[in-house]
């Protein structure tokens, strides 16, 4: 894994992976296709040589779930008319953030600390120690005076609770909160037709 | 059964927590091949961990979660992670009470480091008169080996912290407060005294402050002057321009009589002196740099094998004194051998070796 692979996709996908999993719904016949589409678009990042010819990351990414999704119909060959006439509304419009919101996106991970502090107390304490300030298993068993389970459990449990998070509603109101612009990701039916 | 995104997170976090055993690291490899979406989501569970690193990394200076956590995480939390740190790296010798009468036990943990400052503090209310009590008053020298990080009170209540492998002189008189860094760096709070100039001289560099803190680092060639607060002159004594510099500032000299250089990177020079806190920090700095002072640290040295990761950036933050959970993250992030053997630490594999048998 490329160490700027993986910078890119926890300053710019993670946090618009809630928003693409709405678009996608649109397009997909279950929770676990959108799942499955999710998962092949990170692989696909994965797959990059590498990230800095990207100027649009929301774009990029949507153009690249429209393709895994396209792929998907080929292959199963059965589609709902539906469902490929949602696929055409699949785009990004003007997302991509002025440079100097990239500048600040990269510096701003609020919207993940945001979702931490929603974590239940407990869990929260051990999370943070453990996964954000890399205290030790034995230094959060000393310093919060809980048994060593509990740190594992509490861990665990942490960062599966932030998965999920992640999924239903990642940064996005952390983004609409700043530009307006912003605000206009999504999927947009066209009014002329 | 889990789902994949939890069996990813899984092992991600038992990969960057210690090193896979032979049959794991067999075990994720057909986890990943066997689906691509495998992978996918491991990518996923490799960023969100990376997130929370780099979110560590954003608050170097004294890992306070900011005005975030509700009670009880608000309480524990900043003690906590001022204890993380292992024990034996700090040890405190004040410069001249014995050590009987201010500092009780050799080896403080972090929390009593932190607490120094006021220990100081309480020398001065007692009026203790420092420099009666060593043999030439103002006049002491101050090593430290590699990995030891030591806080000393100066006899005029100035406070000195000396990172690894250093080794200073202090030259007080009735004039000036010199300090000879032969070696090393220091962070200096000085103690405010316009009569009295506090000068730190590292080879040719002049720093020279009223009152004011500051960090000299000799480098080897000049050295390099950081400002955390208020302002500091510096020059070098081959002649060319003084220049100011202040809080959250940074200047390079060579030495010689050119230029100074001068930098405004607050965030900078709070990344560069998280050592005092017993941290490294690191906001895209390459895997050279980083393993460069990790080094300094260590007498266990981390040797990367492959020229082709040096130029590898890194985010993330570790104690001084935690080079192999470095390395094992290193290994997990890029997917490249580790190997640690008593004295050292191999990342990568060597190019253009034998394959064995």
């Known amino acids: 894994m490329k160490p700027e692979v993986v910078d890119w996709v926890t300053t710019h996908f993670l946090p618009f992976e809630?928003?693409?999993?709405?678009?996608?719904?649109?397009?997909?016949?279950?929770?676990?296709?959108?799942?499955?589409?999710?998962?092949?678009?990170?692989?696909?990042?994965?797959?990059?040589?590498?990230?800095g010819h990207?100027?649009?990351?929301?774009?990029?990414?949507?153009?690249?779930?429209?393709?895994?999704?396209?792929?998907?119909?080929?292959?199963?060959?059965?589609?709902?008319?539906?469902?490929?006439?949602?696929?055409?509304?699949?785009?990004?419009?003007?997302?991509?953030?002025?440079?100097?919101?990239?500048?600040?996106?990269?510096?701003?991970?609020?919207w993940l600390s945001s979702l931490i502090e929603r974590l239940p107390e407990r869990c929260k304490a051990v999370f943070q120690a453990r996964r954000v300030y890399g205290m030790s298993q034995h230094e959060t068993?000393?310093?919060?005076?809980?048994?060593?389970?509990?740190?594992?459990?509490?861990?665990?449990?942490?960062?599966?609770?932030?998965?999920?998070?992640?999924?239903?509603?990642?940064?996005?109101?952390?983004?609409?909160?700043?530009?307006?612009?912003?605000?206009?990701?999504?999927?947009?039916?066209?009014?002329?037709? | 059964m889990p789902t994949i995104d939890e069996s990813a997170t899984a092992w991600v976090l038992r990969s960057l927590g210690r090193e896979l055993s032979a049959q794991e690291q067999r075990d994720l490899d057909a986890w990943r091949q066997a689906d691509i979406?495998?992978?996918?989501?491991?990518?996923?569970?490799?960023?969100?961990?990376?997130?929370?690193?780099?979110?560590?990394?954003?608050?170097?200076?004294?890992?306070?979660?900011?005005?975030?956590?509700?009670r009880g995480a608000r309480q524990t939390m900043?003690?906590?992670?001022?204890?993380?740190?292992?024990?034996?790296?700090?040890?405190?010798?004040?410069?001249?009470?014995?050590?009987?009468?201010?500092?009780?036990?050799?080896?403080?943990?972090?929390?009593?480091?932190?607490?120094?400052?006021?220990?100081?503090?309480?020398?001065?209310?007692?009026?203790?008169?420092?420099?009666?009590?060593?043999?030439?008053?103002?006049?002491?020298?101050?090593?430290?080996?590699?990995?030891?990080?030591r806080k000393v009170p100066l006899p005029d209540q100035s406070i000195a912290s000396i990172n690894s492998g250093s080794r200073m002189e202090l030259k007080y008189t009735d004039d000036t407060r010199a300090v000879v860094l032969d070696q090393g760096e220091a962070w200096f709070e000085v103690a405010r005294n316009k009569a009295r100039p506090f000068i730190v001289e590292a080879g040719d560099v002049r720093a020279r402050a009223v009152g004011t803190a500051f960090s000299v680092r000799r480098l080897s060639r000049g050295a390099e002057v950081l400002v955390t607060e208020g302002t500091v002159e510096v020059w070098s004594?081959?002649?060319?321009?003084?220049?100011?510099?202040?809080?959250?500032?940074?200047?390079?000299?060579?030495?010689?009589?050119?230029?100074?250089?001068?930098?405004?990177?607050?965030?900078?020079?709070?990344?560069?002196?998280?050592?005092?806190?017993?941290?490294?920090?690191?906001?895209?700095?390459?895997?050279?740099?980083?393993?460069?002072d990790f080094n300094r640290y260590s007498v266990k040295k981390i040797v990367i094998a492959d020229p082709a990761l040096l130029e590898r950036k890194f985010v993330g933050q570790y104690p001084v004194a935690a080079p192999e959970d470095f390395a094992h993250d290193v290994s997990a992030y890029l997917g490249v051998p580790l190997q640690i053997s008593a004295d050292r630490i191999v990342i990568g594999a060597a190019r253009g070796r034998q394959p064995a048998g």
């Open chain 2, 78 to 149: 900043p003690v906590a992670a001022v204890a993380a740190q292992p024990a034996p790296l700090v040890e405190v010798t004040p410069v001249a009470p014995q050590p009987g009468q201010v500092a009780p036990a050799r080896r403080l943990s972090r929390r009593a480091w932190a607490s120094l400052g006021g220990l100081a503090a309480g020398i001065a209310a007692l009026g203790l008169a420092l420099p009666m009590l060593t043999a030439t008053p103002g006049h002491a020298e101050f090593r430290t080996v590699q990995g030891e990080l």
């Open chain 2, 237 to 292: 004594v081959r002649g060319g321009e003084h220049r100011r510099i202040s809080a959250g500032e940074s200047a390079y000299l060579s030495g010689a009589a050119e230029a100074v250089s001068v930098s405004r990177q607050p965030r900078e020079v709070a990344r560069k002196l998280a050592w005092r806190e017993g941290k490294l920090v690191f906001v895209d700095q390459t895997l050279r740099d980083a393993v460069a």
């Open chain 2, 37 to 70: 979406r495998h992978q996918g989501a491991y990518l996923r569970a490799t960023a969100i961990q990376h997130g929370l690193r780099r979110l560590g990394a954003g608050q170097p200076a004294a890992l306070r979660p900011e005005g975030a956590p509700a």
């Open chain 1, 54 to 110: 990207i100027q649009e990351p929301h774009a990029f990414l949507v153009r690249t779930a429209k393709n895994v999704v396209t792929d998907r119909m080929r292959r199963d060959a059965i589609v709902s008319i539906e469902a490929m006439a949602n696929l055409e509304e699949l785009h990004v419009e003007d997302a991509a953030p002025s440079p100097e919101r990239i500048a600040l996106v990269r510096e701003d991970l609020r």
């Open chain 1, 18 to 51: 809630a928003r693409l999993r709405l678009m996608l719904k649109r397009v997909c016949a279950s929770a676990a296709e959108v799942d499955d589409v999710v998962q092949e678009v990170y692989y696909k990042v994965l797959q990059l040589d590498g990230v």
């Open chain 1, 141 to 193: 068993v000393a310093s919060l005076n809980i048994p060593e389970s509990a740190v594992e459990y509490e861990t665990m449990r942490g960062s599966r609770l932030l998965s999920e998070m992640i999924a239903a509603e990642g940064g996005f109101e952390e983004y609409g909160a700043a530009p307006a612009r912003a605000a206009r990701i999504g999927v947009k039916k066209h009014a002329n037709d």
